[in-house]
């Protein structure tokens, strides 16, 4: 089993920055990779950014490119989701989640390749 823990939701105004956190713990050799989705009130989960765990490759919705950046901490287990410039409309709970297995940054585009999740963190941006 992976345990995830996501912290640094908050709230912030449009044009602003937020840096959330998902430390993982228990069998994280098992990762194979990360990713960050949110859900937004009467929406379906959306994919954010994804991350391969060993080699690092990213993958990003086309909505946050140039915006938002995902990175890893392999020593720390920690993943990280730094959000500049956000919008009023990305207002949600964000979720962080990890994968096992044979993995290509496509498939961690999609929700149904993770095993296991965070319990979601709240990121609110006023207009």
């Known amino acids: 089993q992976v345990q995830l823990v996501e912290s640094g939701g908050g709230l912030t105004q449009a044009g602003g920055s937020l840096r959330l956190s998902c430390a993982a713990s228990?069998?994280?050799?098992?990762?194979?990779?990360m990713g960050w989705f949110r859900q937004a009130p009467g929406k379906e989960r959306q994919f954010v950014a994804a991350?391969?765990?060993?080699?690092?490759?990213?993958t990003y919705a086309d909505s946050v490119k140039g915006r938002f950046t995902i990175s890893r901490d392999n020593a720390k287990n920690t993943l990280y989701l730094q959000m500049n410039s956000l919008k009023s409309e990305e207002t949600a709970v964000y979720y962080c989640?990890?994968?096992?297995?044979?993995?290509?940054?496509?498939?961690?585009?999609?929700?149904?390749?993770?095993?296991?999740w965070g319990q979601g963190t709240q990121v609110t941006v006023s207009s």
């Open positions: 991350i391969t765990w060993i080699s690092g490759t990213t």
């Open positions: 228990g069998r994280t050799f098992r990762i194979s990779g």
């Open positions: 989640a990890a994968a096992r297995g044979v993995v290509t940054t496509a498939d961690l585009a999609t929700a149904p390749t993770y095993e296991y």
